[in-house]
């Protein structure tokens, strides 16, 4: 990379965001996305490598195309789904239930409820209520009936 282009991608991290969406509209030609202050600044390093070196050859584009068709069958809905849906490690998840407070922490490999591990909310939830339930909806990180 020469130093021009080091020094344009090292500016953006000093640049006000409202300079970062005029740069976005300059390179895109379209407004900038509501995102994050970091998507803005890493699209637009990439975007001015890209002006500079030139972009990915059709024959990678085509391949990256054919691998998610392969994937996903070409369906929008599946493409933008999570495949992992679990919150990270150490998160904390925290329900109240018939007047106790219940707080489960999240494992690489499941979860700790009261010193014990478990593979599955389910199973934590069930601990809890006696009852069958899922365990996403139980906690709150998913509603009832939205499927996946």
């Known amino acids: ?14 640049k006000p ?17 509501r995102q994050n202050r970091k998507f803005l600044e890493s699209r637009l390093a990439y ?12 024959a990678t584009i085509q391949r990256l ?5 392969e994937l996903d069958g070409g369906k929008a ?9 679990r919150p990270i490690s150490g998160t904390r998840l925290i329900r109240e239930y018939q007047g106790v407070e219940h707080c489960v922490t999240v494992l690489a490999g ?14 934590i939830a069930r601990a809890i209520t006696g009852t069958r339930w899922n365990g996403w909806v139980f906690f709150g990180i998913r509603r009832s009936g939205a499927g996946q």
């Open 1 to 14: 990379m020469t130093d021009t282009i080091v020094a344009k991608i090292s500016a953006l991290k000093h």
């Open 17 to 33: 965001t409202p300079d970062l969406r005029k740069m976005w509209k300059d390179l895109f030609e379209t407004e900038a996305p």
């Open 47 to 58: 975007r001015i490598q890209e002006l500079e070196y030139g972009g990915l050859k059709p």
């Open 65 to 69: 195309l054919a691998l998610g068709e």
């Open 77 to 85: 809905e599946v493409r933008s789904r999570r495949t992992d849906d």
């Open 110 to 123: 499941g979860f700790d409820y009261q010193g014990r591990p478990y593979k599955s909310l389910s199973a």
